[in-house]
């Protein structure tokens, strides 16, 4: 069965706090933060290299992710490569995936939101519309580009890892908190991964890129 950790997300500083704290143990070497905005991991993570790229806010390097075929790194150029919450932002979802692998030593840190959730309440409801979708007057400067169910979050993740032979370190649900009550109830009416689609927040995962040369992996070190 799928960990849930219960814990809100009220701002983009509470949720770095949380990746920060939460993943501490693939965070202190050479770190790149894809999609960083105003990058608040740069002063949470003190003992580690941190490049933060992104289009906008106060990245290390301007990169448009969603123009990029080639992250402008080396193959294996940081031992973790995060990408909280940016995925399903691009159009070019897989392509960016492919090159967090690439660019990445070791791991990737990913989130992928349950977009299900955030839809159900305000579809059941009748009020036509809900964040980050819709239809405004205006082309909006960011939007998400795919609407997908934690279900199908998760199966992408494990796909990927099968594919390119990646190890699962770690993979995880967050939800906000709720009574046990309350939670016992929805998982009786809502049994497996119908709880999940309706009430999950985000899929986490930690993947781990095969060790070429256990020696080299021995003299650097091994994290967890």
């Known amino acids: 069965m799928l960990a849930t950790h219960y ?13 920060a704290t939460r993943f501490s143990q693939y965070l202190n070497e050479s770190v ?6 105003e990058a608040p ?8 290299s941190y490049t933060g790229i992104d289009i906008a806010g106060l990245p290390d390097m301007i990169v448009n992710l969603e123009r990029v075929r080639h992250l402008p790194f080396v193959d294996n150029a940081f031992i973790c490569v995060l990408c909280i919450d940016v995925l399903e932002h691009l159009d070019n979802l897989h392509t960016v995936f492919e090159e967090l ?8 840190i990913v989130s992928l939101p349950n977009c299900w959730r955030d839809a159900r309440r305000p579809l059941e409801r009748g009020k036509g519309h809900f964040r980050h979708y819709g239809l405004p007057l ?27 032979q990646l190890g699962i370190k770690d993979i995880f649900a967050t939800e906000k908190p709720k009574s046990r009550i309350l939670r016992g109830l929805r ?21 781990e890129k095969p060790v070429k040369d256990p020696a080299a992996a021995s003299l650097r070190g091994h994290t967890g």
């Open 7 to 19: 814990a809100n997300f009220p701002s983009r500083q509470s949720r770095s706090r949380f990746v």
């Open 32 to 37: 790149l933060d894809v999609g960083c905005f």
């Open 41 to 48: 991991l740069r002063d949470l993570l003190p003992s580690a």
């Open 101 to 108: 692998l690439r660019v990445s030593d070791r791991f990737i």
């Open 138 to 164: 205006y082309k909006p400067e960011d939007r998400h580009k795919w609407f997908f169910s934690f279900t199908e979050a998760r199966d992408f993740i494990e796909g990927k890892a099968h594919a390119f």
């Open 187 to 207: 998982k009786i009416r809502y049994p497996g991964d119908q709880y999940h689609n309706r009430y999950s927040q985000t899929l986490w995962a930690v993947l």
